[in-house]
């Protein structure tokens, strides 16, 4: 049997987790400014994903297909964010990914609501487009200690 790398007493967890959310938090700053998310930042978070690797972990690049599946159809999304969540799967594994993916989703939709609802009260249109990975950095980041922290197993 393995030993268990997850858990918040562990300090390459620690470490791990600082890191992964160091560069959420860049590629979240750039994707504001800039409206891209540089290469070097997702391969920087594969690479933090090898820290306490497990071979299953490789499935959680999976969990940026729906949004490779959904730039295809409808467009609208920069492959950035698709690499990113590829990258942020890596890390998480399949069903941490997942769940990162739909809470950051989520995110943006109640921002974007909440936006639409002020603007219209002050008879103003509402940006069509926001940029995506700070939403998907904090699905991410919430992911990593649900999952990773073993609040669920």
Known sequence: MG?????L??????LKGGIFIVLLLTASLIDVRKRIIPD???LAIALAGFICFTPVKLLGCLSAL??????L???GMGGGDIKLMAAAGFVLGFRGGMAAMVMGLAAMLL???GC???QRLR???CPRAFPLAPFLSAGCIAAYFIFQGGIIL
């Open 3 to 7: 030993a268990d790398f997850s858990g």
């Open 9 to 14: 007493g562990n300090p390459l967890f620690l």
């Open 40 to 42: 070097a930042i997702c």
């Open 66 to 71: 729906p949004l490779l599946i959904a730039a």
């Open 73 to 75: 159809v409808w467009g």
């Open 111 to 113: 921002f974007y609501a």
């Open 116 to 118: 639409f609802m002020v």
């Open 123 to 125: 008879k103003r249109d």
